[in-house]
């Protein structure tokens, strides 16, 4: 796979990072230790513990393909740490995702703040505290109810954002939802189905931003850009992490100024009988490959699947080597 495209810069900084904190590392063992080797590991990498054989986790996700990613990078990681994976990657819904954890089905599988709150457990969309940290303890705080847990979340947020074309942002001037106030009534909103009932949706951009459209359009997600592109729709949802906002400069994401749209940060659910039976290196190996994936990592992952169709597998596994993960 070669990374000397545009669209693979971010895998090209990762590793050039990568190389240059080993070289730092390994002359910092030096200098410590009279120029022998010792001390720990100056990567990343991954190592098989013993510890871990004959552990078998089966990991999930829900059925789109940033989860189909995420999935990926989990399982072979923790693969590589020596456990004996097996993944269901396309369960479906968090309903569905949420049950077949509770029945044993799978062992874990990546879902996210909001969502867990929201739909799981019934937290109003403006109660979801905008914090990562208090996110996640809350959620932590439902999940163990139900015998589940989650590790920490992630760096980047994928979330709804208000999304147009760059052009059209830059004729109306606008750069943040609150701008929209006063030329609304003259734009088409296109979005999901259940947009139109969702307070972190259209409904939130009436009651909480006053807005008032010139009408709203249901559309099937993946045509979320198709829509702005062929100018039926001035504006539409997004998700912060879509791989068109990588290799793209047509479209632009308007600022949630006043924080409606809760953050999704991706946290790692498991069921407390599986993390009780993997170790402690469960939890280290799901947050240690947590490190590099920023928001424009994640959008470059994206873009690999959704638009290049590149294989999930084959993306996570260009991830975990990049970041010097796995050889």
């Known amino acids: 796979m070669s990374f000397d495209n545009p669209p693979r810069a971010l895998f090209a900084l990762l590793i050039a990072g990568v190389l240059a904190f080993s070289v730092a590392a390994c002359g910092d063992d030096e200098e410590d230790s009279g120029g022998e080797s010792g001390g720990e590991s100056s ?23 940033e989860q189909f990613i995420l999935g990926e990078i989990y399982a072979q990681a923790l693969e590589a740490a020596g456990y004996t994976i097996e993944t269901d990657l396309n369960l479906g819904s968090e309903v569905i995702a949420k049950k077949a954890l509770e029945n044993g089905d799978v062992d874990a599988y990546p879902e996210y703040t909001s969502t867990t709150l929201s739909s799981l457990y019934g937290v109003a969309p403006e109660d979801i505290p905008g914090d990562a940290t208090e996110a996640y303890d809350l959620a932590v705080e439902n999940l163990e109810g139900d015998g589940l847990t989650a590790f920490p979340p992630t760096e980047f947020t994928s979330a709804n954002g208000v999304g147009l074309l760059t052009e059209t942002a830059e004729d109306l001037g606008v750069e943040t939802i609150s701008d929209l106030e006063g030329v609304s009534s003259d734009l088409e909103l296109f979005g999901t189905s259940e947009c139109r009932q969702r307070a972190d ?9 006053g807005l008032e459209f010139a009408g709203f359009t249901p559309v099937d997600p993946e045509l979320r850009y198709e ?30 100024d006043q924080e409606l749209l809760p953050s999704g940060f ?34 470059e992952l994206n873009s690999r699947v959704s638009l290049d169709r590149e294989d999930p597998a084959d993306v996570a596994a260009d991830y975990l080597q990049a970041a010097g993960y796995t050889e």
């Open 227 to 256: 829509v702005l592109d062929k100018g039926d729709a001035d504006l539409s949802i997004l998700f912060t992490t879509d791989g068109q906002l990588f290799t793209s400069e047509d479209y632009t994401l308007l600022e949630d």
């Open 266 to 299: 991706v946290i790692f659910t498991a069921s407390q009988e599986a993390v009780d039976e993997a170790g402690a290196g469960f939890q280290e190996t799901v947050e240690l490959v947590q490190g590099e994936l920023t928001l424009e990592v994640m959008q």
């Open 201 to 209: 949706c259209l409904v939130g951009l009436e009651d909480s931003y």
């Open 43 to 65: 990567s990343n990498l991954i190592e098989s513990n013993p510890d871990n054989e004959g552990i078998e986790l089966t990991i999930g996700s829900k059925n789109f393909d």
